[in-house]
Every structure is written in C-alpha cells, then in structure tokens.
C-alpha cells in the first residue's frame, strides 16, 4: 500500500494582495472574460467563414490565440480563488511581513531605499513594489529593525541593514 504525504501548502499557498491589488486582479479576469474572450470567438469565426480549416492560417492563429488566453484565465482564476486582501491596519510593524514598507541601508555604500513587500502579481520596481518571493524579499521576511540582512544577488551577496519598517 502506497502513502503519499501532500503539505497543505502544496495543495493550496495563499496570495496576500492589498485592496487595490486584488481589484485589478479581479478587473484583468472581467476583460479577459467580457472582452478579450468574445473577440477571439469572433475571430474565429471569420476566419471559419473563409472556407478550408485545414490550410487557413488565420483560424489556427485565432486557435493558438484562444488556448494562451484560456490558460492565462485559468491561471488568474486559479491566483484568484487563493487570494486573500489583508487589512494592513491589523499587521504590526515589529517585523518585516507582506505589505509592509522597509527602509533599507546598503552599508558598503551608505545608500538608502524603501520597498514595499507585496504579493508577486503586484509586484512594481518602479514604484518600489517587491515581491515576498524574489530573493530581497524572501531576506527580508521576519526581520526586525537593526538586523543586518545578506542577501544571495547575481553578482554575489549584497549586505543590507534594516532602518525602519511600516504600513
């Protein structure tokens, strides 16, 4: 007899996303659904209209084009059904969490930056928005302010201090 041993977070990780977050995911699956979905269908039947299927490359386009869109709402859908908004008033700023801003020293060179640790869908470099899963953030997680932080980047390991951290 064979028993396999699954962790419940295998079967299911949570997405943390704030508000605004999780209503641009839930817009991107609307306009997938509403808009993007319906004008492939239409598409391909234009290009079914036009006679042979077999040597008429607009409807294998529009095919390919319907099965990436269908696997892209299925993959939203799927992030979608995991996802939880997270009151930010009800987190404490004692340790570094999702959601919560971190003002970092770089030691070596005396610079200074903030990131917002955020869910990987709504993660944005430009507006200092980083993932919890990219290698700043997974460092980051569960420190605490003074703690210093060594973080694996592609050129070697990067030192940086934490300097404040808030909501």
């Given at each position: 007899m064979w028993v396999s041993f699954v962790l419940l977070e295998d079967i299911m990780s949570v997405n943390y996303y704030t508000e605004e977050g999780f209503q641009k995911l839930k817009e991107e699956i609307d306009h997938l659904k509403t808009v993007e979905r319906p004008s492939i269908s239409?598409?391909?039947?234009?290009?079914?209209?036009?006679?042979?299927?077999?040597?008429?490359?607009?409807?294998?386009?529009?095919?390919?084009?319907?099965?990436?869109?269908?696997?892209?709402?299925?993959?939203?859908?799927?992030?979608?059904s995991t996802a939880r908004v997270v009151d930010e008033t009800l987190l404490d700023d004692s340790q570094v969490r999702v959601l919560c801003t971190v003002s970092l020293k770089n030691p070596a060179n005396g610079m200074a930056f903030k990131y917002t640790l955020v869910a990987e869908q709504e993660a944005d470099v430009k507006n200092a928005k980083i993932s919890v899963t990219s290698p700043i953030g997974k460092g980051l997680l569960g420190k605490k302010v003074g703690d210093m932080v060594d973080i694996q980047v592609p050129n070697g390991t990067m030192q940086l201090e934490v300097t404040g951290i808030s909501r």
């Amino acid at each position: 007899m064979w028993v396999s041993f699954v962790l419940l977070e295998d079967i299911m990780s949570v997405n943390y996303y704030t508000e605004e977050g999780f209503q641009k995911l839930k817009e991107e699956i609307d306009h997938l659904k509403t808009v993007e979905r319906p004008s492939i269908s239409a598409q391909i039947a234009e290009a079914r209209d036009k006679g042979d299927l077999s040597e008429n490359a607009e409807y294998d386009a529009a095919k390919e084009a319907q099965g990436m869109l269908e696997m892209k709402i299925a993959k939203l859908d799927d992030i979608m059904s995991t996802a939880r908004v997270v009151d930010e008033t009800l987190l404490d700023d004692s340790q570094v969490r999702v959601l919560c801003t971190v003002s970092l020293k770089n030691p070596a060179n005396g610079m200074a930056f903030k990131y917002t640790l955020v869910a990987e869908q709504e993660a944005d470099v430009k507006n200092a928005k980083i993932s919890v899963t990219s290698p700043i953030g997974k460092g980051l997680l569960g420190k605490k302010v003074g703690d210093m932080v060594d973080i694996q980047v592609p050129n070697g390991t990067m030192q940086l201090e934490v300097t404040g951290i808030s909501r």
